[in-house]
Protein backbone atom coordinates (compact mmCIF):
# COMPACT_ATOMS: atom_id res chain seq x y z
CA UNK A 1 0.00 0.00 0.00
CA UNK A 2 2.83 2.65 0.74
CA UNK A 3 4.79 1.60 -2.12
CA UNK A 4 1.47 2.10 -4.08
CA UNK A 5 1.34 5.22 -2.76
CA UNK A 6 4.97 6.78 -3.24
CA UNK A 7 4.63 5.61 -6.93
CA UNK A 8 1.47 7.75 -7.24
CA UNK A 9 3.30 10.97 -5.55
CA UNK A 10 5.97 10.36 -7.83
CA UNK A 11 3.96 10.11 -10.92
CA UNK A 12 2.26 13.41 -9.93
CA UNK A 13 5.33 14.96 -9.31
CA UNK A 14 7.23 14.09 -12.62
CA UNK A 15 3.71 15.58 -14.20
CA UNK A 16 3.79 18.71 -12.22
CA UNK A 17 7.49 19.44 -13.17
CA UNK A 18 6.99 18.47 -16.55
CA UNK A 19 4.48 20.89 -17.05
CA UNK A 20 6.25 23.59 -14.92
CA UNK A 21 9.32 23.92 -18.12
CA UNK A 22 6.10 24.75 -20.57
CA UNK A 23 5.25 27.68 -21.97
CA UNK A 24 1.99 26.43 -22.37
CA UNK A 25 0.94 25.30 -18.80
CA UNK A 26 0.30 26.49 -15.44
CA UNK A 27 2.86 26.83 -12.85
CA UNK A 28 0.52 27.70 -10.02
CA UNK A 29 1.76 26.68 -6.70
CA UNK A 30 -0.55 24.90 -4.56
CA UNK A 31 -3.23 26.15 -2.08
CA UNK A 32 -0.66 25.07 0.72
CA UNK A 33 2.40 27.09 -1.07
CA UNK A 34 -0.13 30.00 -1.37
CA UNK A 35 -1.58 29.73 1.73
CA UNK A 36 1.93 29.57 3.60
CA UNK A 37 3.78 32.61 1.50
CA UNK A 38 0.70 34.96 2.14
CA UNK A 39 -0.27 34.47 5.82
CA UNK A 40 0.24 37.92 7.60
CA UNK A 41 -0.15 39.75 4.66
CA UNK A 42 -0.85 43.20 5.28
CA UNK A 43 -4.57 43.62 5.01
CA UNK A 44 -4.35 45.63 1.30
CA UNK A 45 -2.18 42.77 -0.14
CA UNK A 46 -4.98 40.39 1.39
CA UNK A 47 -8.12 41.90 -0.14
CA UNK A 48 -5.90 41.35 -3.50
CA UNK A 49 -5.93 37.76 -2.38
CA UNK A 50 -9.28 37.02 -1.81
CA UNK A 51 -10.29 38.74 -4.94
CA UNK A 52 -7.62 35.70 -6.96
CA UNK A 53 -8.25 34.95 -10.40
CA UNK A 54 -11.39 36.92 -10.76
CA UNK A 55 -12.04 39.55 -13.59
CA UNK A 56 -13.55 42.80 -12.14
CA UNK A 57 -15.85 45.27 -13.41
CA UNK A 58 -15.58 48.94 -13.06
CA UNK A 59 -13.18 50.47 -15.27
CA UNK A 60 -10.65 53.13 -14.44
CA UNK A 61 -12.60 54.53 -11.76
CA UNK A 62 -12.40 51.32 -9.81
CA UNK A 63 -8.43 50.78 -10.81
CA UNK A 64 -7.80 53.91 -9.29
CA UNK A 65 -9.57 53.61 -6.78
CA UNK A 66 -7.21 50.35 -5.85
CA UNK A 67 -4.22 51.88 -6.96
CA UNK A 68 -4.91 54.54 -4.42
CA UNK A 69 -5.58 51.66 -1.60
CA UNK A 70 -2.41 50.25 -2.09
CA UNK A 71 -0.40 53.46 -2.14
CA UNK A 72 2.79 52.73 0.05
CA UNK A 73 2.91 49.20 -1.66
CA UNK A 74 4.78 48.58 -5.06
CA UNK A 75 2.75 47.09 -7.36
CA UNK A 76 2.73 45.28 -10.97
CA UNK A 77 0.28 45.67 -13.30
CA UNK A 78 0.24 42.90 -16.12
CA UNK A 79 -1.85 43.69 -18.92
CA UNK A 80 -2.73 40.72 -20.68
CA UNK A 81 -5.35 38.63 -23.20
CA UNK A 82 -6.41 35.30 -24.07
CA UNK A 83 -5.80 35.29 -27.64
CA UNK A 84 -1.86 36.48 -26.84
CA UNK A 85 0.44 33.89 -27.51
CA UNK A 86 3.55 35.69 -25.62
CA UNK A 87 0.93 36.20 -22.85
CA UNK A 88 0.12 32.50 -22.25
CA UNK A 89 3.94 32.44 -22.11
CA UNK A 90 4.77 34.45 -19.76
CA UNK A 91 1.49 33.63 -17.42
CA UNK A 92 3.62 30.90 -15.68
CA UNK A 93 6.08 33.45 -13.95
CA UNK A 94 3.57 35.88 -12.97
CA UNK A 95 1.87 32.85 -11.22
CA UNK A 96 5.35 32.02 -9.25
CA UNK A 97 6.41 35.81 -8.51
CA UNK A 98 3.19 36.99 -7.23
CA UNK A 99 2.81 34.37 -4.68
CA UNK A 100 6.92 34.57 -3.76
CA UNK A 101 6.70 38.68 -3.50
CA UNK A 102 3.02 38.59 -2.27
CA UNK A 103 3.68 39.87 1.00
CA UNK A 104 5.55 42.65 -0.38
CA UNK A 105 4.12 43.61 -3.57
CA UNK A 106 0.78 43.97 -5.41
CA UNK A 107 0.13 42.26 -8.40
CA UNK A 108 -2.75 43.76 -10.79
CA UNK A 109 -4.33 42.38 -13.79
CA UNK A 110 -5.91 44.00 -16.56
CA UNK A 111 -7.74 42.21 -19.29
CA UNK A 112 -7.50 44.16 -22.50
CA UNK A 113 -9.95 45.18 -25.55
CA UNK A 114 -10.79 41.99 -27.88
CA UNK A 115 -11.14 39.98 -24.91
CA UNK A 116 -14.58 38.17 -24.73
CA UNK A 117 -15.35 37.81 -20.73
CA UNK A 118 -16.11 33.78 -21.47
CA UNK A 119 -12.41 33.85 -23.17
CA UNK A 120 -10.79 35.61 -20.11
CA UNK A 121 -12.30 33.58 -17.77
CA UNK A 122 -10.99 30.21 -19.40
CA UNK A 123 -7.91 31.86 -19.79
CA UNK A 124 -7.89 32.29 -15.96
CA UNK A 125 -8.61 28.72 -15.28
CA UNK A 126 -5.98 27.22 -17.59
CA UNK A 127 -3.34 30.26 -16.02
CA UNK A 128 -4.90 30.58 -12.30
CA UNK A 129 -3.43 33.77 -10.23
CA UNK A 130 -3.67 34.82 -6.73
CA UNK A 131 -4.44 38.53 -7.82
CA UNK A 132 -7.70 39.69 -9.42
CA UNK A 133 -7.46 41.58 -13.22
CA UNK A 134 -9.73 44.41 -13.99
CA UNK A 135 -11.33 44.30 -17.23
CA UNK A 136 -10.06 46.79 -19.83
CA UNK A 137 -12.32 46.49 -23.09
CA UNK A 138 -11.74 50.24 -24.34
CA UNK A 139 -8.13 50.26 -23.02
CA UNK A 140 -8.92 53.10 -20.96
CA UNK A 141 -7.12 51.48 -17.93
CA UNK A 142 -4.20 51.02 -20.10
CA UNK A 143 -3.92 54.50 -21.22
CA UNK A 144 -3.68 55.56 -17.94
CA UNK A 145 -0.68 53.39 -16.93
CA UNK A 146 1.12 54.14 -20.48
CA UNK A 147 0.18 50.49 -21.40
CA UNK A 148 -2.24 51.40 -24.84
CA UNK A 149 0.32 49.69 -27.19
CA UNK A 150 1.44 46.45 -26.73
CA UNK A 151 0.47 42.91 -25.56
CA UNK A 152 1.46 41.85 -22.93
CA UNK A 153 2.72 45.36 -21.15
CA UNK A 154 3.86 45.00 -17.72
CA UNK A 155 3.91 48.36 -15.56
CA UNK A 156 5.82 48.77 -12.28
CA UNK A 157 4.55 51.09 -10.04
CA UNK A 158 6.59 52.28 -7.03
CA UNK A 159 5.47 52.97 -3.52
CA UNK A 160 4.65 56.57 -4.12
CA UNK A 161 2.29 55.35 -7.09
CA UNK A 162 4.27 56.26 -9.51
CA UNK A 163 5.09 54.21 -12.88
CA UNK A 164 8.84 53.57 -12.08
CA UNK A 165 9.39 50.75 -15.42
CA UNK A 166 7.25 49.65 -18.17
CA UNK A 167 8.02 46.56 -20.28
CA UNK A 168 6.49 45.99 -23.33
CA UNK A 169 6.62 42.42 -24.78
CA UNK A 170 6.54 39.00 -22.46
CA UNK A 171 8.47 38.13 -20.20
CA UNK A 172 10.87 35.11 -21.19
CA UNK A 173 12.27 33.71 -17.63
CA UNK A 174 10.77 33.90 -14.45
CA UNK A 175 14.50 35.32 -13.53
CA UNK A 176 14.25 38.29 -15.74
CA UNK A 177 10.17 39.20 -13.73
CA UNK A 178 11.80 38.64 -10.52
CA UNK A 179 14.64 41.08 -11.46
CA UNK A 180 12.47 43.41 -12.69
CA UNK A 181 10.75 43.37 -9.81
CA UNK A 182 13.51 43.81 -7.89
CA UNK A 183 15.18 46.10 -9.36
CA UNK A 184 12.06 48.85 -10.11
CA UNK A 185 9.96 48.49 -7.36
CA UNK A 186 11.95 46.78 -4.69
CA UNK A 187 15.37 48.57 -5.22
CA UNK A 188 16.93 45.50 -4.47
Given amino acids: MAS ?39 PQLAALHAQANQLLPGGTGAFKSRLGELRGYPVVVNKWASWCGPCKSEFPAFQKAAVQFGRQVAFVGVNGKGDPTSAAASFLKQFPVTYPSYKDPKESIARTIQAAQYYPLTVFIDRQGKIAFVHAGGYTSMAALIHDIRFYVLRK
Avoid at 15 to 26: E, K
Fill in 4 to 42: RAASITLVLVAVLLAGCGSDTHSAAPSAQQTNAAFKGAP
